[in-house]
């Protein structure tokens, strides 16, 4: 990628931390024109490129970006700011060589501006010491015209609202919401638009302190009629799976360019720089405070699937890819402490080990063998409807699903039945409602030797909505208990782009008794879906599906 146009003017290109070489370029030389000054109710900021903004010297709110003269800043006569603003809030300023530093205290919310002398940046911070504040989200508030855009992601006001005042169906049938991401945090670095020669970016943050994990789904951008807007969610109470962390999160970073994309130099990964090091920000923890975690390789994989290593604990998340051909795997910038690493095959977890991090030390694993009992897709099975990998691809309308309200135009029907050995995973829903289709049938043969003997059913499922969950009947001769619901978040997922939740395994032991004798004859496996919670349609209680299979 491209990053010529955030390059500082008149001196070295610097990065935010360490390239893939390892090294580090730092200038000292300032921009033309670098500096601050304040005009009573904002404090102004010229950072010397192309780049001039304005905060609020009462609320902490950025109200204004001008680029190259055009101002940018302005949505529906909105602000950019934490939340939906924070309110009275005490700001300062100062600077230090070719930093300037804005900060802003409201209540035991502590949030940060930084400009570099020479480059069309914005780089922020946020520390959330507890939940004073609802959740921690940043939102670029983008004026109107600015931008053009309407991808499944955008969000675009339309005439029909058809779940909360957040989901919208156009003329055409098509859905619209800020919460279709389509994208996994993990699956990208930076949201934005370009359009005539400019590009306006938000470079996310690593997300250590952020909740979810690598495969989370979250608003990130959204474009409608009054204008546009851009998010950083650093945590986010929608479709959850863990508690909320506190601590400074950042850096993340508005970014301008000639159009192009912004410099990989400012991608996550690269948490700290020798810059930030003296700005004195509480809960800093430079780059010399941070350790590492490597793995020489990981064995046992299928290696059809990618393969990711998480590490977590009450205080801080990190991942990272493993290398397809042979496992090996690094996770740098980790904060002191004990986690529990995770191997993910796919969003499936496979493995877990617990890893200690120390300040500047490296924790070196030897090759993880990966039991093959700990995938269930090892395990012999008579049949098999989709693949253990934690995650609904395959099945029909999987791929909607990340941008698309389930009631979308593009969805297939989500009814109809199913028969093994005809293309029996694309034909199977992947998610399924008491009020929508409850009830779907699965149709398959056994041999006599199979039908003389007892099998386990395994359904898999990647979340739940109001406690949905599988009964099962064979035949009309044997049905299941009804299971315990497993712990899955509580907020709405099946109809905001998400089918992330908790992973989990309903297993039924079906007696040799329920089994058609004949071979020739088709057994009926029916699958309800049941719940004392949930409303009506897509907001019944649900469920997302990973896997189905009849054990041999």
């Given at each position: 990628?491209?990053?010529?146009?955030?390059?500082?003017?008149?001196?070295?290109?610097?990065?935010?931390?360490?390239?893939?070489?390892?090294?580090?370029?730092?200038?000292?030389?300032?921009?033309?024109?670098?500096?601050?000054?304040?005009?009573?109710?904002?404090?102004?900021?010229?950072?010397g490129a192309q780049l001039v903004f304005r905060v609020s010297k009462s609320t902490g709110d950025l109200t204004s970006l001008v680029y190259r003269g055009t101002e940018y800043q302005g949505y529906g006569g909105m602000n950019s700011h934490i939340e939906s603003g924070l309110g009275a809030s005490t700001v300062s300023?100062?600077?230090?060589?070719?930093?300037?530093?804005?900060?802003?205290?409201?209540?035991?919310?502590?949030?940060?501006?930084?400009?570099?002398s020479g480059e069309n940046n914005v780089y922020l911070w946020t520390n959330k010491a507890d939940t004073s504040v609802s959740a921690t989200r940043y939102i670029v508030r983008v004026k109107k015209g600015a931008f053009l855009n309407d991808e499944p992601d955008s969000y675009t006001y339309a005439p029909t609202a058809i779940e909360a005042s957040d989901v919208f169906r156009k003329s055409d049938g098509q859905t619209r919401s800020k919460h279709y991401s389509k994208r996994r945090i993990m699956d990208y670095d930076h949201i934005g638009w370009s359009a005539g020669g400019v590009g306006l970016w938000m470079v996310r943050s690593n997300h250590e302190k952020a909740s979810g994990g690598p495969f989370y789904r979250s608003l990130l951008r959204h474009q409608?009629?009054?204008?546009?807007?851009?998010?950083?969610?650093?945590?986010?109470g929608q479709n959850q799976t863990e508690d909320q962390r506190f601590g400074l999160q950042g850096p993340y970073v508005i970014a301008f360019t000639d159009g192009g994309a912004p410099s990989s130099a400012l991608f996550p990964g690269t948490l700290t720089t020798p810059w930030a090091d003296s700005l004195g920000i509480p809960g800093y923890v430079p780059a010399s405070g941070r350790g590492k975690v490597t793995g020489v390789g990981i064995s046992g994989r299928n290696t059809a699937y990618p393969y990711t290593v998480g590490l977590a604990n009450a205080a801080a998340q990190y991942w990272g890819s493993a290398r397809p051909s042979d496992g090996y795997f690094s996770v740098p910038g980790v904060l002191p402490g004990t986690y529990t690493l995770t191997v993910f095959k796919g969003e499936l977890a496979v493995y877990t080990t617990s890893v200690s991090v120390s300040a500047g030390g490296t924790t070196t694993l030897n090759t993880i063998a990966v039991p093959s009992s700990n995938d269930p897709s090892n395990a012999s099975a008579i049949w098999r409807i989709g693949d253990w990998n934690g995650t609904p691809g395959g099945f029909k309308n999987a791929d909607l699903m990340t941008y698309a309200h389930p009631s979308d135009a593009r969805a297939a029907a989500w009814t109809g039945n199913v028969v093994i050995g005809n293309g029996e995973t694309a034909a199977f829903p992947c998610y399924l409602w008491k009020d929508v289709n409850s009830g779907i049938q699965v149709y398959f043969r056994l041999t006599a030797a199979q039908a003389a003997a007892a099998h386990t059913l395994r359904i898999g499922v990647t979340t739940a909505y109001a406690n949905g969950r599988p009964q099962v009947t064979v035949n009309d001769a044997w049905t299941s208990g009804v299971p315990s619901p497993p712990t899955q978040p509580n907020t709405r997922s099946l109809t905001n782009g998400s089918y992330r939740g908790n992973n989990h395994t309903f297993t039924y032991s079906v007696p040799a008794s329920a089994w058609k004798t004949d071979p020739s004859q088709y057994n009926v496996l029916r699958i309800d879906v049941v719940s004392g919670s949930g409303a009506s349609g897509f907001l019944s209680a649900g469920t997302a599906i990973d896997a189905i299979d009849l054990l041999a």
């Open positions: 990628m491209s990053g010529s146009a955030n390059r500082p003017v008149g001196r070295r290109a610097f990065v935010l931390g360490a390239t893939a070489a390892g090294a580090a370029l730092t200038g000292t030389a300032h921009a033309a024109g670098f500096g601050w000054s304040d005009d009573g109710s904002t404090y102004v900021v010229d950072t300023i100062r600077q230090s060589g070719s930093t300037i530093l804005i900060s802003v205290t409201h209540g035991t919310l502590r949030h940060y501006y930084a400009a570099r409608s009629a009054d204008g546009g807007g851009l998010y950083e969610i650093l945590h986010y």
